[in-house]
């Protein structure tokens, strides 16, 4: 098989999904990520259900695709009404699209419980609804809703309905295993008969029910379907569809299916990051091919072989899907994960160097304490300068005072007093800010911007707590991950106490010393 199309369903079932709400905006720009990223068919809504879809759908005839075709979606016609009268029918063609794809029932339970019509009946739906639609000239995708559901409890009619939506002509017949509660070898099974009996392309539609929506796409276009609908990050409802972001390099990587080029599959995880953006989701760091772990490692032994040979702990190249590989700073780490780091910054050690195990063992020491440098790699830089000799501090801390004031129900103050010494000087600054650490930030920063002007380029990107030993209640240690950026790039620095703010001020001192240390490593080498 060369060619298998890829059909995404993010800005309408992905859309369905708990918590997501795409405005026309969010959609008409994931429209064109999707574009770039190669795939065959976007489906854009339903414009007979609500104004949003509507809107959509006039914006994106003025879109500009060069390898995708939107597609508007909708239902059969309603039991006992003319086609030419039908309403969803309508909305349909009011879409202007030149694809089409409707959804009609494959299990007599939905026929009888659900529409409340005939078996026969919703066969006439199906045979007219497409007929009407290619008589328009429109490219019409048949889905068979509940498919695998029908096929199981009554094969002879689910079969049926798919001879109906052929004998309409439908360009496309998808089997939708839409309850996701289907097993591979099922699928398997049934897309192989069913492939014997029709003659129309088929494609696969699975849900995530049973965790098997992406094995199960897998192996239906292993029995012969060409055409996979998904969502970009398997969004959904439920428990969410197929995920293209492993569908798509599953196809391509595992089975040698061109679905998109060697440069669009290079897209694919900044495809992802800026989905889970507009959807404002966090982005899924342990999702297969496209998460920040997905080519992490930490383990000593990962880390050694992976030097070696990437092939050892990789089953594919992370720069094939546009991710890259990343070696864990832990406890767990090994001589060989320290060197590659310290490398990294430009440093020369080998595995027995004493500078090598002083590392290793300081890092297993705050580890112990609690510190966590895998997303903190500043911080984790500052101790390789400081084990170095490497490090010269900026600025040294006199003291610092945070005061919080509530009065009644005012939204409660904050103010920070911070004394620093800079270059063997004194120098204080009082700054408000939206609590407490804001305000320790807005303080460092007016006191730290008039010598070091470089800072005026960083910003706090995200502010993270996790509590430690939680049986210890309010007494417990804290966690703080501060990640910062200066646009160019992000690093990421932590703290450790059982007070909040003395923890917060560490990674925020972090964050502070590593810029200006890269700085100023950066003007010695220009």
Avoid at 466 to 472: A, D, K, M, T, W
Wanted: glycine share 8%; aromatic share 8%; net charge negative.
């Amino acid at each position: 098989m060369n060619q298998v199309k890829i059909y995404d369903t993010t800005l309408r079932d992905g859309s369905q999904a708990e918590g997501i709400v795409f405005s026309v905006e969010d959609k008409l720009r994931i429209a064109r990520k999707l574009d770039g990223l190669g795939v065959h068919y976007i489906e854009g809504g339903w414009p007979g259900s609500n104004v949003k879809d509507l809107r959509f759908f006039e914006r994106a005839r003025r879109l500009r695709l060069e390898n995708a075709r939107v597609c508007a979606f909708g239902s059969t016609r309603r039991a006992r009404s003319p086609v030419e009268e039908d309403r969803n029918l309508r909305a349909l063609l009011d879409a202007e699209t030149e694809v089409v794809t409707i959804f009609g029932k494959s299990w007599d339970l939905h026929v009888t419980d659900v529409l409340r019509t005939s078996l026969e009946e919703n066969l006439a739906m199906i045979r007219d609804s497409v007929a009407y639609l290619k008589a328009q000239g429109l490219e019409v995708i048949y889905d068979a809703e509940h498919f695998f559901d029908g096929y199981r409890h009554n094969p002879e009619y689910a079969m049926e309905t798919l001879r109906a939506a052929e004998e309409g002509r439908a360009d496309w017949i998808v089997l939708c295993e839409t309850n996701g509660g289907a097993l591979p070898l099922e699928v398997k099974e049934t897309v192989g008969r069913v492939r014997k009996e029709v003659t129309r392309p088929l494609g696969i539609h699975a849900h995530n029910d049973a965790g098997m929506a992406v094995a199960n796409s897998v192996v239906a276009v292993q029995c012969g379907a060409q055409q996979v609908q998904g969502t970009v990050n398997g969004y959904g409802e439920r428990s969410g569809n197929a995920d293209l972001c492993s569908v798509i390099p599953a196809l391509k990587l595992k089975l040698g299916i061109d679905c998109v080029s060697d440069e669009q599959l290079k897209t694919l995880t900044e495809t992802s990051l800026f989905v889970s953006e507009l959807a404002n989701l966090s982005h899924d760091e342990k999702q297969p091919y496209v998460g920040e772990s997905a080519f992490a490692h930490k383990g000593g032994v990962h880390a050694d072989a992976v030097r070696k040979n990437p092939a050892t702990y990789e089953h594919v190249s992370p720069e094939l899907v546009g991710n890259r590989r990343r070696i864990l700073i832990s406890e767990q780490a090994g001589r060989s994960a320290i060197l590659d780091k310290v490398r990294e910054y430009g440093f020369r050690l080998d595995k027995d160097s004493p500078e090598t195990g002083q590392i290793l063992e300081e890092v297993k020491r705050l580890e112990y304490e609690g510190y966590q440098f895998e997303a903190a790699e500043g911080s984790f830089d500052l101790l390789v300068r400081r084990a170095l000799g490497a490090y010269r501090r900026a600025f040294d801390l006199r003291k610092f005072e945070v005061r919080i004031r509530k009065e009644g129900d005012k939204e409660p103050s904050s103010e920070a007093l911070v004394e620093l010494e800079v270059h063997g000087k004194p120098a204080w600054a009082v700054a408000e800010g939206n609590g407490p650490v804001n305000a320790l930030d807005n303080s460092l920063r007016e006191i730290l911007e008039k010598t070091f002007p470089v800072l005026r380029e960083m910003r706090l990107e995200d502010y993270k707590v996790r509590v430690l030993e939680g049986n210890r209640g309010t007494g417990a240690k804290v966690v703080v991950l501060v990640e910062s950026t200066d646009g160019k790039r992000s690093w990421g620095t932590v703290g450790v106490s059982e007070n909040i703010i003395e923890a917060s001020w560490q990674a925020l001192v972090d964050s502070f010393e590593y810029k200006l240390s890269t700085s100023r490593k950066q003007a010695r080498t220009k």
